[in-house]
């Protein structure tokens, strides 16, 4: 399957999701990526891949590719950040499920990796994701002004004012907002009261960084390695935010609606946490608009890329549709 | 301070180590990249402050510029590689002493990142230090060919090959050649007998990886910044490899024989946990040689550069001699 035939194919625009297409795509590129050499420990390389190819949506390379192919550019050309960014996320959640952090032993179904294999090896494996994201980008972009670029966009996106930034400042949120006693349970979630106002801008500050920056990276990668101009960048990045913001938002709302054989991890748990979510500050109905009018502002942005935005016209619905 | 004074100094030359008046200038920098801007939570930038500017002999930055004068470039067109290897190497040591780690409370007399924040914020720190490297370079290195060159040097060394590899088998390795209740005592330390062959093939193996990787790493960011030929990078890369084990080897009969007030960490403390020694292996005679044997070698390689290669030598000397 090439990227030219991805761009004519009736049955890819008839999915729902914009990108089921370039799913088998993404998976045999990160497998390719997954061999990290001889002097790579056996133990290591084992938890990384299973971290990295563990079942996903995928959804932060699919964004490098659709982001690519709307400016213009080939798809095959943006895959090195499609894997990059892939790597940096895998990362963020092998370390964010530690006990240390959110301390959490399922993810997708799947014992997390610090119960798979051991809490040192898992440190370590994200460690090495991090790294190897890098490597990896500098080894499969020949022009150095595009990977030196690539480079600086992802390293910034998973720095201390963004992707870790933002996981700092979630862990620091916990119960300083919401008692965990008033929202234990799934059913009495409601707007808690007192100055939501500061709550949300704290909140959507969070998550503008902890899942909203390696989004809008995402796009900004594919514009990036497919010569995107300004014009297309900005409309992006308007993109990415809108998106990012919706993405969480939906996620909230399934934390608290959907089962756990659904979700393949516990639910309600972010409540009974204490932590701030959308559905606790804005009640369901408010946080259903707000995900709708994230979404709305999101297809506006897009106009600019004209049919060739079908993929992330798609993307956007399908975030504020998903079940899971 | 000019570089242009630095070449110049009689009293530098003078110095037994090759790069203390290198350390100031290194400080300056270093606290000058860590201003990680008004995104970055404070806690977090705390508590990589606290392990970036910790106090230290700044070796891996101090090789980078070593490396570039030795090449004939100018030691201010390296200090954006000093700044990145010393926060890889400061994100290692946190990471390092983290309880499912090594389980460190002490590091240079001060509580280990852990200690003094907390863990989560210690993995965090860690993480950022990593990212924030790569981005450092990439917006201090105007030229992209050579920012990208750099990114990739310093990303293999801190991968999964390298860096994390290394240390993923140091602990691995551990209680694997050395009953711990054999080699509790400083004083009864000797050749445990067996396959010690292989053992320090193994220990060799973990060093280079662990240890000199980022050492390598260094003078090879030096040759790049500079402009250094093929020539100069294979001297710098032998260096390397020999300065890097000496250094280790040093390391590990200082652990034996320096009291805790001068290491200002627990000493002996390897030896207790069964980890791989030279001493353990060669016995403390047979230790001292090799590192002899290891700075001779190291001496060799550099005579390419000629006179310019002082500070490299005086600092081989040095990693020999040195008493903490």
New interface residues.
Partial sequence: MTSATLLTSKSAENDPTGFRDLQPLIEEALATACD??????E???DA?RYAVLAPGKRLRPALVLMAAEACGGQIIHAMPGAVAVEMIHA?SLI?DD?P??DDDDLRRGRPTCHIKF????A??A???L???A??H???N?SD??L???A??TL??A????????G???D??AENRFVEPEESASKDEIQITGGDNTAALMHLESIHQ?KTGALIAASLSLGATLSGGTEQHRAALACFAKNVGLAFQVVDDLLDLTADAAAMGKRTGKDAVKGKLTYPGLLGLEGAKQRAEDLTRKAQEAIKVFGKRNWRLSSLANYVLERQH
């Avoid at 990290?36 to 420990?41: I, K, L, S, V």
């Avoid at 998973?158 to 930034?165: D, E, F, N, Q, S």
């Fill in positions: 990290f050499g001889a002097g790579c420990p133990r290591l390389g990384m990362y370390h530690l240390a952090m051991d809490e040192a090896t440190i370590l994200g460690d090495a991090i790294a190897q890098f490597t980008l500098c080894e972009v150095p002004l990977a030196a670029t480079v600086r390293a910034k998973a720095g201390p004012c963004h992707l870790v930034g996981q700092a400042d862990l620091a960084r």
